[in-house]
Nanobody, 119 residues
Framework: VQLQASGGGLVQAGRSLRLSCAAS??????MGWFRQAPGKEREFVAA????????YYADTVRGRFTISRDNAKNTVYLQMNTLKPDDTAVYYC???????????????WGQGTQVTVSS
């Protein structure tokens, strides 16, 4: 099982980025995105269930970020709009058997991709 995250980069505040996470080896019932800024704990960003496509968001990103998935490609995306400097972090995708807002609820993790938002 492998999760391959990509799409990070350096952008100015107000711009957009789209992250991708391709899963190989199996299909998961739930996939999510977390982020970790320097000196801070890893925090939940968004998640999507595979069956009904139900989505969940942290309050800090709701309305700006959109999580989606492509079942055929076994890939989940995170469209990030109106980025702010506070969004700067390493973003990780993760997979689990059921939805959770907690990192401990996820069994598999991608390698992380850096997102830096300049003011």
């Amino acid at each position: 099982v492998q999760l391959q995250a990509s799409g990070g980069g350096l952008v100015q505040a107000g711009r957009s980025l789209r992250l991708s996470c391709a899963a190989s080896g199996r299909t998961f019932s739930n996939m999510g995105w977390f982020r970790q800024a320097p000196g801070k704990e890893r925090e939940f960003v968004a998640a999507i269930t595979w069956g009904f496509g139900r989505t969940y968001y942290a309050d800090t990103v709701r309305g700006r970020f959109t999580i989606s998935r492509d079942n055929a490609k076994n890939t989940v995306y995170l469209q990030m709009n109106t980025l702010k400097p506070d969004d700067t972090a390493v973003y990780y995708c993760a997979a689990s058997a059921e939805y959770s807002r907690w990192a401990e609820g996820y069994d598999y993790w991608g390698q992380g991709t850096q997102v830096t938002v300049s003011s």
